[in-house]
């Protein structure tokens, strides 16, 4: 079976949501609560890659960082984006399911069943 991992805010009613969908179908992920262990630059580019996504789409755009940060700016790039995901973890949305060379935002949580084995 491929290994899952979920990047996970236990805080957030739709990250715990996905859990629970995981552990309803006995399946354990490796937990990572970014906010504790944020990734790092190389670990979002590799997220975003298995998303398909720009950075801008990771970003939680109502987030007081967003606005503090200037995040809207158009003229930033995919440098200046993933740098302030790491260095402001909340930045990034959540939660994500990674399943091998795949990976979903669980938003709606039911979305993380998309990807699974």
């Known amino acids: 079976m491929?290994?899952?991992t979920?990047?996970?805010?236990?805080?957030?009613?739709?990250?715990?949501?996905a859990l629970d969908l995981l552990e309803a179908r006995g399946l354990t992920p490796q937990v990572?609560?970014?906010?504790?262990?944020?990734p790092s630059a190389a670990t979002l580019r590799d997220l975003l890659a298995k998303l398909g996504i720009a950075p801008r789409a990771l970003l939680r755009s109502g987030e007081e960082e967003y606005?503090?940060?200037?995040l809207a700016d158009p003229t930033l790039d995919?440098?200046?984006l993933i740098a302030a995901m790491v260095a402001h973890?909340?930045?990034?949305?959540?939660?994500?399911?990674?399943a091998g060379e795949r990976a979903v935002i669980g938003r709606p949580p039911e979305a993380i069943l998309?990807?699974?084995p």
Not at 32 to 38: G, K
Not at 67 to 70: A, H, N, T, V
Not at 89 to 98: A, D, F, G, K, S
Request: hydrophobic share 30%; with cysteine.
């Open 78 to 80: 995919d440098d200046a």
């Open 32 to 38: 990572v609560r970014y906010l504790e262990t944020p």
């Open 6 to 17: 979920l990047y996970h805010n236990p805080r957030c009613s739709k990250s715990r949501s």
């Open 114 to 116: 998309e990807i699974l």
């Open 67 to 70: 606005r503090s940060l200037g």
């Open 89 to 98: 973890p909340r930045l990034i949305e959540r939660p994500i399911l990674v």
């Open 2 to 4: 491929t290994d899952l």
